[in-house]
């Protein structure tokens, strides 16, 4: 996957908050130890990149430890030797292959909420339990389903999330998105590669307040067995985070986001083939200058493969501006399914490191 390495240094005009979100890299050497993050991280996402393994979500709500999988529809696992502690400014890994394999690469993206501590939030008519980090605009909300269509569940952010991502944690259940720009008449998966699906199940049909969301009665958001649920909130802020979407064009194009972005991920939602994966790029993984290492949240595959988790990405490209991301460039494939195909639209979420 080409890339052009050169990004520009120019500081976007509004700036974010600060150390809430980090890309960090590691080779495992088979010791227990701690990965330094620089702020207490409260969302960790660890992926290997030069191995085919699962996609690991763990979070300091749930405890370390507790393991669920984005590439999966696994129930929540405890396992331990992966991460194990949440610290002040890192957080642990044991000596599980998953996580510390010698010689093995890896990388983990961070998010900070309130440091693992939480509240109980009667907003809605489901008690939650959040913790919050209102300048970044994130959430992590934990709370028992009661199969009831219309049931509202507090969020604790100060505006309506643009992007909720909700797993299950006691049952084999796929991953539910609810993203703005496509609607609460729909809904996407993590863990797959489908276009959105129209269905009132998921969101009732009712789009996120400043204060709640609302939840179907379907069973990966709202189970008839009192089962408990995690969601990952987002709303963009200015200078740090977007979330929003655009149209394919087959040729070239440059998203703005009003910052230059050190992660994006990129989901196809109007059409799907086997390769609209989700697509992360981030700017510290960046390769040689044929290849920008896209990892798909939906995949085991090692990084720099194709959307489908064969070949490698070298056909598409893309790269990070001082005010967003372009797709496209000469020798690429500008019309790529991850990406840019003209017959499809495009979601995506970016964040800068702060």
Known sequence: MSVNKKIIETEATVPGPENTFKVVTWTGNGTARDISVGFKPD?????????????YWYDSTRGANKQILSNATDAEATITGRLTAFNTDSFSIGTSSEVNNNGETYV?????????????NTDGTITSTVQVNEDAGFSIVSYTGNYTAGSTVGHGLSAAPEMIIIKNLDDTDKWAVYN??????????LNETAAAVTSSAYWNDTAPTSTVFTIGATSPVNSPNNENYIAYCFHSVDGYSKIGSYSGNGTTQTITTGFQPDFVMIKAYTNSTSLTSWTIIDSVRY???SDTNPIYANLSAAEGTRGN???????????FTATGFKLGDTGSDNGSDEMNDPNNDYIYMAFKIN
Do not use: M, P, Y
Request: with cysteine; hydrophobic share 35%; charged share 15%.
């Open 180 to 189: 703005s720009s496509i609607g609460a008449t729909k809904f996407l998966v």
């Open 108 to 120: 983990a993206w961070c998010w900070k909420a309130n440091g693992g501590t939480t509240s109980s």
């Open 287 to 289: 390769g040689s200058s």
């Open 43 to 55: 969302l960790v996402w660890i992926k290997s990149r030069s191995f085919a393994r699962n996609h």
């Open 309 to 319: 988790g064969s070949g490698d990405g070298d056909v598409l490209e893309i790269s």
